[in-house]
């Protein structure tokens, strides 16, 4: 992922961290899908709280599919066409 790379190029401290908050919000997601509000297009939102980046994901029948992993500064909806 290009955002733990990043991070990796700056400290591996960083980047350790910003991987365990990352797996720790997919359990989240995965254990308790509905616990984040909704957000666009159908699509729920859980952010990062030390970093800037939230996991756009939607509950389907069977499944948790992930839509994006996205940074707070870029566009809010960038992510949208992988729907």
Partial sequence: ?????????????AADGFYTELISAFDQ????????????????????SRYPFSIVYRELLQEIQVIAVAHAKRLPDYWAIRL
């Fill in 1 to 13: 992922m290009a955002a733990h790379n990043w991070y990796a190029k700056q400290s591996t401290h």
């Fill in 29 to 48: 997601i995965r254990d308790f899908p509905r616990l984040y509000p909704p957000y666009l297009y159908g699509t729920q939102r859980a952010t990062l």
